[in-house]
């Protein structure tokens, strides 16, 4: 089984104008890092469409139309404050989506081990009816959904090293049988969420971290508390909302991470597929703004999944 890397060009169509840190070049960063000879045996893979009937198991279809609606024939236009739209947004924003259930099949027929999404826009922000943090809809919780209620997963497990804490998955996931949501992010800072105070034993797990938090102290908090709860969670499927913004270098938080770090990460989450799901990880990407730190961040991480 082979590592597969799932991306589509219409990502790239997703124009948010002008000095917006989630714009096309994060992805042309991601493609540089990976055209490289050690990412040769990567399986690559085009993401097919999001069918409506899972995006609406999530967001509702009111909130849908809007977000078509909004979509201009040319120029940009706004769903809210950070979130901006152009003509190739709806399109990007269910290619990303399906690359996500694409790759649940691919893991559940074998013909992958593991997958990375290389898709853009982010979604672990978004609410069932409202957009926010630059995200349309919540791939990582429509993946999450799709596998269990399309392939039978009992236990799936969303991981999100995402330096924002991700209000949306955590409102999808909160009191819903099967799922684990486990989030080590930056507090206080957006979307102000995401406190232990949300915390539901087996079900949703915040671990806020300090502005300044160093690399060391980072590791001990994910490897002593969000490893242990994805051990005793025993999952049979992991998906992971990776975001590179957690990098020292990022102009959005405040962390302190290097891209070694996120590959020892995921080196941890592997080990933990490894014993409990046959190695089973599907990977979104999230956020990361800073171009150079993304691409080093994102090369460690799928040469992790490559293990």
């Known amino acids: 089984m082979s590592t597969w890397l799932i991306t589509h060009p219409a990502c790239l169509e997703h124009d948010t104008g002008p000095g917006h840190p989630e714009r096309r070049a994060r992805l042309e960063a ?5 055209d490289d000879p050690a990412f040769a045996t990567l399986t690559r893979v085009q993401a097919p469409l999001a069918p409506e ?19 201009p024939a040319r120029g940009h236009a706004s769903l809210n404050a950070d979130t901006v739209v152009s003509p190739g947004s709806g399109l ?33 922000h978004a609410e069932p009816n409202e957009s926010m943090g ?7 919780a429509i993946s999450a959904f799709y596998a269990r209620e399309q392939h039978g997963y009992q236990r799936v497990a969303v991981v999100d090293f995402d330096v924002h804490h991700g209000n949306g998955t955590q409102t999808m996931l909160a009191d819903e049988p099967g799922y684990l949501y486990i989030s080590l992010h930056q507090h206080p800072l957006f979307p102000g969420t995401g406190t232990r105070a949300d915390n539901r034993p087996g079900n949703i797990i915040n671990l806020p971290l300090a502005e300044g938090t160093s690399s060391a102290d980072y590791r001990q908090q994910f490897h002593g508390e969000a490893i242990a709860e994805l051990v005793a969670f025993d999952p049979d499927l992991i998906i992971i909302s990776a975001g ?42 999230e956020g990361g703004y800073d171009l150079g730190a993304l691409g080093a961040g994102v090369a460690c991480h799928v040469a992790a999944l490559m293990r």
């Open 30 to 34: 991601i493609e540089q890092a990976l």
């Open 53 to 71: 009937s899972a995006i609406a198991r999530l967001h509702e279809r009111d909130y849908m139309a809007q977000v078509e609606a909004t979509i």
């Open 92 to 124: 990007a924003a269910r290619y990303a989506a399906g690359a996500g259930i694409k790759a649940i099949d691919a893991l559940h027929s074998g013909e992958a081990r593991r997958v990375f999404c290389a898709v853009r826009p982010p979604g672990h």
């Open 134 to 140: 630059f995200c349309l809809y919540n791939n990582a």
């Open 244 to 285: 590179f913004d957690a990098a020292a270098a990022d102009p959005l938080a405040g962390l302190t991470l290097e891209s070694d770090d996120f590959g020892w990460i995921t080196d941890e989450l592997v080990a933990v597929a490894n014993y409990c799901c046959a190695g089973k990880i599907c990977s979104l990407l």
